[in-house]
């Protein structure tokens, strides 16, 4: 157990949280491997050149990506006070989340299960 009072482990807590700009969007109804063909496209790219590659990926997961970036570069100058145009993508990954598991009927009276997998995704700006 921590020592000493409530309030003195909170600010602990607080001095150690990263403050970079970020955006993660949770549940999002695509698997984490199909959302890592996007992420690794655009990891350590500067914020216009990844924009410009999720606006022409045909993959499903790159418009949700495309939102989660605009999003996070808003963070970035609204509540850092960044200066967008030297904004780089530092990190971003796909974490696994929830299956949704629905059955589908088969021949013979069987059952095959379908899962339907879910990811929370996270996009990490930095400056240059």
């Known amino acids: 157990m921590a020592k000493g009072h409530r309030s003195q482990i909170k600010r602990q807590r607080n001095e150690n949280k990263d403050t970079r700009p970020s955006a993660t969007l949770s549940y999002a109804r695509v698997s984490v491997q199909k959302a890592c063909f996007v992420l ?10 990844a924009l410009g590659i999720v606006t022409y990926n045909p993959r499903y997961a790159s418009t949700l990506i495309k939102k989660l970036l605009e999003s996070a570069r808003a963070n970035a ?11 780089y993508v530092e990190e971003c990954y796909a974490n696994k989340g929830p299956t949704m598991k629905r059955i589908k009927p088969r021949a013979q009276g069987r059952a095959y299960r379908i899962e339907k997998r879910m990811s929370h995704i996270t996009v990490v700006l930095n400056e240059r």
């Open 40 to 49: 690794d496209a655009i990891r350590g790219k500067d914020l216009n050149t």
């Open 77 to 87: 100058e609204n509540n850092n006070g960044l200066d967008p145009a030297k904004l």
